[in-house]
């Protein structure tokens, strides 16, 4: 596995979390957070852990409490996320969200002493701009809302960091099924007080759930822990700030939302910030070197 593969494979995790935003958007005007969470972790729990039983002598006690390690990281950060968002703007919060692209390399190097090359901090600069432009956030005025934002993307920043040093030591299959079987059960207690308000799923809805929980969730999420063995942490966070520009494609595509002309610079800076990240500045370099 090439690491351009890998990056590739990152880049259609993006893809597929960039269409979660309008369909989850159509399913929560029609039901609740924490019944929308259930039901979707709870399918993508399932899915997954029929798919690992084939690899179940791979099982030991490590790979429980790794993924236990990244279902807690990643359910938490879920829950940062909608707490901070009802008391902040969505564009403050995607922007914030958005900020785990810095934060990778620098808990990388505080915690783990990762270095990240010049080439890598060039596209995070043009990412961090991209996503500013892309959210239409304000930076320089921050509430309490925007703090536990913050703390989300810390936490997913960490998801980042984890999965990359756990998936090249675990059955990358095994280690995403007891992650979505974590945020499944703590998708289920706070489902529990809403058990007596549920009524009947429409049809349409239950296929817009399990098209999340399969394709939103069991895939993203698998090919996420497969690929990151074989590229950086940091490149992983930059490829995942493209997130946002497909969840505007889509919007778009699907509920006719439309980009301001900063957003659309936005989406340019990210996309040139992948770019950049990709492009062989060291082959090239040492081909003109040879000659």
């Known amino acids: ?62 790979v429980l409490r790794h993924g236990l390690i990244l279902g807690v990281l990643l359910y938490a950060s879920y829950f940062f996320q909608m707490w901070g968002i009802t008391q902040t703007s969505a564009s403050n919060a995607g922007f914030i969200t958005g900020l785990s692209v810095v934060l990778v390399p620098v808990l990388g190097f505080l915690f783990y002493k990762e270095e990240t090359p010049l080439q890598v901090w060039g596209s995070v600069i043009l990412a961090v701009t991209g996503l500013l432009l892309l959210s239409g956030a304000n930076p320089f005025k921050w509430s309490v809302g925007d703090l536990k934002v913050l703390i989300c993307a810390i936490i997913f920043a960490f998801h980042i960091i984890y999965t990359g040093r756990f998936s090249r030591v675990n059955n990358v ?59 950086t942490v940091a490149r992983t966070a930059i490829i995942f700030s493209m997130e946002p520009v497909f969840a505007a494609l889509f919007a778009f595509l699907i509920a006719g939302e439309k980009l301001t002309a900063e957003g659309w610079l936005g989406g340019l800076f990210i996309v040139l910030a992948m770019v950049n990240a990709e492009f062989p500045y060291q082959s090239l370099r040492r081909q003109k070197q040879k000659s």
């Open 1 to 62: 596995m090439t690491r351009l593969k890998a990056d590739l494979g990152l880049l259609s995790v993006t893809v597929f979390w960039g269409t979660t935003f309008i369909v989850s958007k159509l399913l929560l005007s029609e039901m609740s957070l924490a019944v929308y969470m259930f039901y979707r972790m709870a399918v993508a729990a399932l899915a997954m852990t029929l798919i690992a039983l084939k690899f179940k002598k791979a099982w030991n006690k490590q």
């Open 173 to 231: 299959y095994l280690l995403t099924a007891v992650q979505l079987v974590a945020i499944a059960a703590f998708s289920f207690l706070a489902f529990l007080p809403e058990v007596q308000t549920l009524s009947t799923i429409s049809l349409k809805n239950v296929i817009l759930l399990i098209y999340l929980a399969l394709f939103g969730t069991v895939f993203t999420f698998l090919m996420q822990t497969s690929m990151q063995r074989f590229t």
